[in-house]
Nanobody, 124 residues
Framework: HVQLVESGGGSVQAGGSLSLSCTASKFIDARVCMGWFRQAPGKEREGVAG???????GYADSVKGRFTISQDDARETVWLQMDRLQPDDTAVYYC??????????????????WGQGTQVTVSS
């Protein structure tokens, strides 16, 4: 069983930056995909970015060029650097881990382990 803990959320004005981190309770298998998801009030949860051992494998169109997913060599920590934040980025952000097939990092049903979420609020 793997526990994931997110941190780094907070409030920021539009145009600002935040960096989220996700720490795993133990080493993440090299075959496992790590992903960031978010859920805004009144909306369904959506994929933000995914990363495998080889590196990032995808971003949501809405965050491309603004967000960067990365990890340490031990795959114990995954980060999400968020730049040029917009009010539409306001959401609870979740870290997840799972055996994702065909690099479909955005399929949340393939993720077995989830963090508790961290709130990100962007004001205009």
């Amino acid at each position: 069983h793997v526990q994931l803990v997110e941190s780094g959320g907070g409030s920021v004005q539009a145009g600002g930056s935040l960096s989220l981190s996700c720490t795993a309770s133990k080493f993440i298998d090299a075959r496992v995909c790590m992903g960031w998801f978010r859920q805004a009030p009144g909306k369904e949860r959506e994929g933000v970015a995914g990363i495998r051992t080889v590196g990032p494998i995808g971003y949501a169109d809405s965050v491309k060029g603004r967000f960067t997913i990365s990890q340490d060599d031990a795959r114990e920590t995954v980060w999400l650097q968020m730049d040029r934040l917009q009010p539409d980025d306001t959401a609870v952000y979740y870290c997840a881990a799972g055996f994702v097939y065909n690099d479909a990092w955005f399929r949340e049903e393939d993720y077995r382990y989830w963090g508790q979420g961290t709130q990100v609020t962007v004001s205009s």
